[in-house]
């Protein structure tokens, strides 16, 4: 199983840049049309602040040009809110987050109200995202009703296990000078998940990769769509680099993922075709 994650698209509904002077939909479209040659997608999931404005508006065009793409690959698409998110508009655009590849809602299972969560299941594998929305706050959390319908549907484990999908990362976010609002209950997740069969969580937020652990499961935090956040100035400062980028996970084994960060940009050479094949074979272990 091979799932493309976005997340952090930050789009408007009327076109506004985004505060970095991003061109949002432009972003999108671009990355979208990048990763055109990728055909083999079965699930594509959306880490959040998908609006920047809160706009319905915002959300139909996520709907539309994310759905068009996975839809092309016969792909869900599932969407989670994050802070830059209104659950409202969200809701009323994307209802629970879970779409088919038609468009239609596909999920299983869900707990509606302030607390919004859904699953659903996936060639053996379990996929639920939560609610980690704070309204007007940049931190995120993790209700108590949402807890405590994951500790049922816990429970009993899927054939191929569990993966979460939500915004807030709880993994800290490596620069000195910042300690940035993140998911404030990472503990109560943990004792949720304990024991269980959730082995990946996928997360947006800090608009950069990183990976890290949660108990047993490996966390992975992908990096933006609007643009990318980059370290390399140190600890003094935080950098916006232009540039989006994306999160290509193979779930062959749910307990062993691979990520490989996509990042969009102007080619400077592509080897194909035969030469491509005689340049592996070149480099067999046989040889």
Request: with cysteine; net charge negative.
């Amino acid at each position: 199983m091979r799932v493309l994650q976005l997340s952090d698209t930050h789009l408007t509904g009327d076109g506004a840049l985004h505060r970095t002077g991003v061109d949002a939909a432009e972003a999108l479209t671009g990355l979208l049309a990048d990763l055109e040659a990728l055909r083999r997608i079965d699930l594509v999931v959306v880490t959040g602040d998908i609006a920047d404005d809160g706009s319905a508006a915002a959300y139909r065009l996520a709907r539309d040009r994310i759905g068009a793409y996975a839809a092309d690959r016969g792909a869900p698409v599932l969407f989670t809110t994050g802070n830059a998110d209104d659950r409202a508009n969200f809701t009323a655009v994307l209802g629970s987050g879970h779409l088919g590849p038609s468009g239609r809602p596909c999920s299983i299972d869900a707990v509606d109200g302030p607390d919004r969560a859904a699953a659903t299941a996936l060639d053996g594998v379990r996929f639920i995202t939560l609610d980690t929305l704070v309204p007007g706050k940049v931190h995120g959390r993790i209700g108590s009703e949402q807890l405590a319908w994951l500790r049922g549907l816990l429970a009993a484990p899927a054939p191929r296990g569990t993966v979460l999908a939500f915004h807030h990362p709880p993994i800290r976010f490596p620069n000195a000078v910042q300690e940035p609002p993140t998911l404030v209950n990472p503990d109560d997740l943990a004792e949720a998940i304990e024991g269980s069969d959730v082995q990946v969580i996928l997360t947006g937020h800090y608009h950069l990769q990183l990976a890290g652990r949660l108990g047993a499961a490996t966390v992975w935090t992908g990096p933006a769509v609007v643009n990318r956040r980059d370290l390399s100035c140190g600890d003094d400062a935080v950098r916006y680099v232009s540039g989006s980028a994306a999160t290509l996970i193979d779930l062959a084994d749910p307990a062993a993922p691979v990520f490989h960060t996509l990042q969009a940009g102007a080619p400077i050479a592509e080897i194909g075709g035969d030469r491509l094949r005689e340049a592996l074979r070149h480099t067999s272990p046989e040889d």
